[in-house]
Each structure stands twice: as structure tokens, then as C-alpha cells.
Nanobody, 129 residues
Framework: QVRLVESGGGLVQAGGSLSLSCAAS????????MGWFRQAPGKGREFVAA????????IYGHSVEGRFTASRDNAKNTVYLQMNSLKPEDTAGYYC??????????????????????WGQGTRVTVSS
């Protein structure tokens, strides 16, 4: 049984930083592209970042590029999202996901939530102004 568990969410002031983690179990972790998505209240799910199975490549959504960094530690079966220079509009539930399709990280492919078959329960991030 695949399980993804996010942690690290919380309340932070604008301009601050927060680091999210997602611990995975039940899958050959290093074989999967891992993604981060977010969903603000009343809005659809938005692509944030994805990292290749080896961790050597990453892609980002336009709204977070240059501020967020995705990484992974395959020895710990964990993917991370370092969020810097946070803005109130970053407030959302943040979800990690494992891609169940094509496993070569591709920008136009892995930015779509439909490419991911396993999802965590999410962790809430609130950025105050």
C-alpha cells in the first residue's frame, strides 16, 4: 500500500520561509517522479514543483520559480519543498504526489495533476501579511 505523508506546514509571516517534507512508503521511491501541488480555498489544484527520480532535475510552476526549491533524499524515501520569500498568495494546502505515468521528468507532462496516481493528505500553509 502506497502512503505519502506530508509535514511541516504552519503559519508564517510574509517574507518568511517554511520547509515541507513528504515521507513515502510502499513504492520503489527512487523510480518515481515526485510532485508538489497546492490548492487554495475555492480554487483548483495548482502545480508547484516536481523532481526527477534521481533528484538531479526539477521543474517549477511560474508562480513559485526562484522562491521554492524541491529536492529529495532517496535513502530516506522523502521529498522536500523549501519555500522562501513566502507571500500571502502562497496560502494553500500543499500536497505531494507520485507520478504513475511516464517517469522521465518532462515539464509539460508532470505539471498536470492527472499524471499522478498517489497523493498525500496534504499539509496546510498559511502566510500572513
Amino acid at each position: 500500500q502506497v502512503r505519502l505523508v506530508e509535514s511541516g506546514g504552519g503559519l508564517v509571516q510574509a517574507g518568511g520561509s517554511l520547509s515541507l517534507s513528504c515521507a513515502a512508503s510502499g513504492l520503489a521511491f527512487s523510480s518515481y517522479v515526485m510532485g508538489w501541488f497546492r490548492q487554495a480555498p475555492g480554487k483548483g489544484r495548482e502545480f508547484v514543483a516536481a523532481v526527477s527520480g534521481s533528484g538531479s532535475r526539477t521543474i517549477y510552476g511560474h508562480s513559485v520559480e526562484g522562491r521554492f526549491t524541491a529536492s529529495r533524499d532517496n535513502a530516506k524515501n522523502t521529498v522536500y519543498l523549501q519555500m522562501n520569500s513566502l507571500k500571502p498568495e502562497d496560502t494553500a494546502g500543499y500536497y505531494c504526489a507520485a507520478s504513475t505515468g511516464f517517469q522521465c521528468l518532462t515539464a509539460g507532462y508532470h505539471s498536470s495533476e492527472g499524471r499522478y496516481g498517489y497523493w498525500g493528505q496534504g499539509t496546510r500553509v498559511t502566510v500572513s501579511s
